[in-house]
Protein backbone atom coordinates (compact mmCIF):
# COMPACT_ATOMS: atom_id res chain seq x y z
CA UNK A 1 0.00 0.00 0.00
CA UNK A 2 0.85 3.62 -1.40
CA UNK A 3 1.79 5.96 1.98
CA UNK A 4 0.27 9.61 2.07
CA UNK A 5 3.83 11.06 1.12
CA UNK A 6 3.72 8.82 -2.17
CA UNK A 7 0.21 9.53 -3.04
CA UNK A 8 1.23 13.32 -3.24
CA UNK A 9 4.35 12.63 -5.00
CA UNK A 10 1.94 11.18 -7.62
CA UNK A 11 -0.77 14.04 -6.96
CA UNK A 12 1.86 16.46 -7.59
CA UNK A 13 3.08 14.38 -11.31
CA UNK A 14 -0.50 14.02 -12.39
CA UNK A 15 -1.39 17.39 -11.78
CA UNK A 16 1.00 18.08 -14.62
CA UNK A 17 -1.14 16.68 -17.34
CA UNK A 18 -3.45 18.08 -19.57
CA UNK A 19 -7.14 17.53 -19.50
CA UNK A 20 -9.11 15.03 -19.63
CA UNK A 21 -6.32 12.66 -18.60
CA UNK A 22 -5.87 14.99 -15.72
CA UNK A 23 -9.16 14.59 -14.33
CA UNK A 24 -9.19 10.31 -15.31
CA UNK A 25 -6.15 9.88 -13.24
CA UNK A 26 -7.25 11.98 -10.34
CA UNK A 27 -10.53 9.68 -10.00
CA UNK A 28 -8.22 6.91 -10.41
CA UNK A 29 -6.18 7.99 -7.41
CA UNK A 30 -9.51 8.94 -5.74
CA UNK A 31 -10.62 5.31 -6.20
CA UNK A 32 -7.32 3.85 -4.66
CA UNK A 33 -7.64 5.94 -1.96
CA UNK A 34 -11.24 5.22 -1.27
CA UNK A 35 -10.26 1.25 -1.50
CA UNK A 36 -7.33 1.33 0.97
CA UNK A 37 -7.67 4.05 3.15
CA UNK A 38 -11.32 3.97 3.78
CA UNK A 39 -12.14 7.42 2.80
CA UNK A 40 -15.31 7.97 2.12
CA UNK A 41 -17.70 8.44 4.83
CA UNK A 42 -20.77 10.16 4.74
CA UNK A 43 -21.16 12.98 7.26
CA UNK A 44 -18.03 13.06 8.61
CA UNK A 45 -17.19 14.57 12.18
CA UNK A 46 -14.62 17.35 12.41
CA UNK A 47 -12.88 15.06 13.90
CA UNK A 48 -12.41 12.73 11.08
CA UNK A 49 -12.47 16.13 8.42
CA UNK A 50 -9.05 16.72 10.00
CA UNK A 51 -7.73 13.18 9.40
CA UNK A 52 -4.46 13.61 7.03
CA UNK A 53 -5.69 10.97 4.85
CA UNK A 54 -8.93 12.81 4.37
CA UNK A 55 -7.77 16.34 3.65
CA UNK A 56 -5.46 14.93 0.85
CA UNK A 57 -8.57 13.20 -0.67
CA UNK A 58 -10.54 16.09 -0.08
CA UNK A 59 -7.59 18.01 -1.94
CA UNK A 60 -7.94 15.49 -4.58
CA UNK A 61 -11.28 16.04 -5.03
CA UNK A 62 -11.70 19.52 -5.21
CA UNK A 63 -8.55 19.21 -7.87
CA UNK A 64 -11.06 17.60 -10.52
CA UNK A 65 -12.15 19.64 -13.62
CA UNK A 66 -15.84 18.29 -14.83
CA UNK A 67 -15.70 20.21 -17.81
CA UNK A 68 -13.87 22.42 -20.06
Given at each position: MRNLIEIEDELNEIDKLEEPLRTKKLVQLMNYME??????????????????????????????????
Open positions: AHYKVFIINPTKEQMEQPEIKLFRKISDMRIFSE
